[in-house]
């Protein structure tokens, strides 16, 4: 009995070891606070996203306002393989300071 119960924990050390290690995932949806608004979002932190160059944040921002973060494909402002990147870091809040910050972003461009 004691010879099984060790060949039987041998067999599962060996097993775990070609077991491939779990990454613990993120949440699928993240504090939205800690969110980067794309209605009012600076064109400095648009370009602070993965994959984000000066071209599509200048699309970004002629887009606006967006009421809700997938019209950055749905419109084609972003091909969809950019858009997943930084979709769990953006969202598309939208109100009326919204409003009055995408204007004056707009015009610091």
């Known amino acids: 009995m004691k010879k099984t119960f060790l060949q ?31 209605n009012t979002a600076t064109p400095a932190q648009l370009l602070a996203l993965p994959g984000m160059g000066q071209a599509y944040v200048q699309r970004i921002i002629a887009g606006r306002p967006y ?4 019209q950055l494909v749905s419109r084609g402002i972003l091909p969809e393989t950019a858009y997943e990147k930084i979709a769990p870091q953006i969202v598309a809040k939208k109100g009326s300071k919204d409003l009055i910050a995408v204007v004056f972003n707009s015009r610091s461009l």
């Open 67 to 70: 009421t809700a973060k997938n």
């Open 8 to 38: 039987l924990f041998a067999l599962l050390a060996l097993a775990a070891t070609f077991l491939p290690a779990q990454t613990p995932k993120p949440a699928p949806y993240a504090d939205r606070s800690a969110l980067l608004n794309i």
